[in-house]
């Protein structure tokens, strides 16, 4: 740590990690993370949810960096600014999915492109979210508009998702066996979703530039996560922690453990630096 002694940066990821079972911040995870800004440290969102689904950060009034899309983009929540992307072209997805071809078929893809707000999301008819809220559910008016592939995969995206079967690892061992190196393959849900995007870009890398652009070492960053989308960012940071519940691969990756996300686990440790 710094001659402080206290961590200058502390980066965490949502769900699974401060978001608790209803998916909300908790007031304990919340006033934690408030100390450890009002005390000088940098505090920021590293998450795989696009800049539109911020609104747990938003309801308990966080205002600082949301790194989205698993590092394609970084926004600021307060003002809802697009400070930085990095997409996926259209013939590179095509590429992929004509390898993934070559492995299965009946899978169904859906794309977020930059923007936070409507139309920045797209999916075809068959895609299924893995989450059951409204907002999500294209044929109830929801944030994704249904298309057909073609127009999917018009425009750059910032990321890319496939769905198929109910087993993520499984699939993403499927995609990366597609040999496909111009693209990043990730996950962090169990039930057949992963997440690609243009090679090179995941949490860690993002984490990492934020910090650099404040001068901030690795040894004095706190990161927190659950799941494989958080694995470099894990073990980018100086001290990293994988929570309670956490996916194998993350806590590979993670230097220490974390109480349970429902049981404000974040709080639980930062509130060793920063003690109410």
């Known amino acids: 740590m710094s001659g402080t002694g206290k961590p200058r940066m502390i980066v965490t990821d949502l769900d699974g990690t401060l978001l608790n079972a209803q998916g909300a911040v908790s007031e304990r995870n919340a006033a934690a993370l408030r100390r450890a800004q009002a005390d000088g440290a940098l505090v920021a969102v590293a998450t795989g949810r696009p800049a539109w689904w911020l609104h747990p950060l938003i309801d308990c009034g966080y205002q600082g960096k949301a790194i989205c899309l698993n590092g394609a983009m970084v926004c600021d929540v307060g003002t809802g600014e697009v400070l930085s992307t990095i997409p996926l072209l259209p013939e590179t997805m095509r590429k992929f999915l004509a390898g993934l071809d070559s492995q ?71 995609a990366r066996d597609t040999g496909a190196d111009d693209v990043s393959v990730t996950f962090s849900s169990d039930d057949g979703l992963i997440e690609v995007a243009a090679a090179g870009v995941n949490k860690g890398v993002a984490v990492a530039k934020l910090a650099a652009d404040n001068g901030i070492d690795a040894a004095d960053v706190v990161a927190f996560g659950d799941m494989p989308n958080d694995a470099e960012m894990l073990a980018w940071a100086g ?32 509130e060793k630096w920063f003690r109410p």
């Open 239 to 270: 001290h990293s922690y994988a929570m309670g519940t956490a996916h194998d691969a993350a806590i590979a990756a993670a230097k220490h453990r974390a109480p349970d996300h429902d049981d404000d686990g974040v709080a639980q440790i930062v």
């Open 104 to 174: 299965i078929s009946g899978y169904a893809v859906a794309v977020e492109r930059v923007g936070v707000q409507h139309p920045a999301s797209f999916a075809e008819d068959r895609y299924d979210h893995p989450w059951a809220e409204e907002e999500f559910l294209a044929k109830e008016g929801g944030r994704f508009r249904i298309t057909d592939r073609e127009h999917l995969l018009a425009e750059p995206a910032m990321k890319l998702m496939v769905r198929y079967g109910h087993d993520s690892d499984a699939l993403a061992t499927i």
